[in-house]
């Protein structure tokens, strides 16, 4: 099946240390997004991409970055994760908007950060 | 700009109970409205989507209509079951640009 995969599913870092997370996509999807989610709390878009073209959100902090080598695979770096950065990640993708007139995000399972 | 507001949980009902979450969004042009769903500890699943005014998404026994001229998208199901527990978003996607605007989320819990 068709799907979006995020790894790890947990991950466990230390205050200050770099840490990095990755998702692919079986889809063929043009856009790839990352979220952040904080307990009872709506998903929180950080950027996106458009292909290659990257899209910051104006209020993602410098601390995260995203790389998307090709169009199966994008990763989310966090360079100095705090004990703010916990949360769960949320790698998501869509069609090129063109294709329809409907942005239907399609969601990986996520994975839950613990910065100690 | 865009915005969606939801009704506020948690909200707690027996099985076989009638269920509706309200969604009411703010929006210009004709955006493309969802309820999503997210069980414990998981990733977001498209529930169902409309994307016109008087369109009927359905899905899994759940439903909601795109009502333009009340800018609203409830989700109802006649009869939940135990495991309809979960956390339910409406969002709306729509304009030039690719992303989701999320309401607050709403949490189900369905007692047996």
């Known amino acids: 099946d068709a799907m979006v995969i995020q790894n790890p599913r947990y991950q466990v870092t230390q205050f200050g240390k770099p840490v990095t997370l990755s998702c692919s996509q079986t889809?063929?999807?043009?856009?790839m997004y990352w979220y952040q989610q904080k307990s009872s709390q709506a998903p929180k878009l950080l950027f996106h991409?458009?292909?290659?073209?990257?899209?910051n959100e104006a209020d993602t902090p410098d601390n995260f970055q995203s790389r998307r080598p090709n169009t199966s695979f994008c990763f989310l770096d966090i360079r100095s994760p705090g004990l703010g950065d916990a949360a769960m990640y949320l790698c998501?993708?869509?069609?090129?908007?063109?294709?329809?007139?409907?942005?239907?995000?399609?969601f990986g399972p996520g994975t839950r950060l613990t910065v100690l | 700009g865009d915005s969606v507001t939801q009704m506020e949980g948690p909200v707690t009902l027996s099985e076989e109970a009638f269920l509706t979450i309200n969604c009411t969004y703010t929006?210009?042009?004709?955006?493309?409205l969802f309820w999503y769903v997210q069980y414990p500890g998981e990733g977001l699943q498209l529930l169902l989507k409309?994307?016109?005014?008087?369109d009927k998404g359905s899905n899994k026994g759940f439903e909601a209509t795109y009502r333009k001229e009340t800018t609203s998208f409830h989700l109802e199901k006649g009869s939940v079951q135990v495991s309809d527990s979960a956390v339910y978003f409406c969002a709306l996607s729509g304009g030039s640009n690719y992303k989701l605007t999320f309401g607050k989320g709403t949490l189900l819990t369905v007692n047996p």
């Open positions: 889809l063929n999807h043009n856009v």
């Open positions: 409309a994307t016109k005014a008087d």
């Open positions: 998501a993708t869509s069609r090129d908007q063109t294709a329809g007139p409907y942005n239907e995000q399609f």
């Open positions: 929006a210009t042009g004709y955006p493309s």
């Open positions: 991409y458009y292909d290659k073209d990257f899209n």
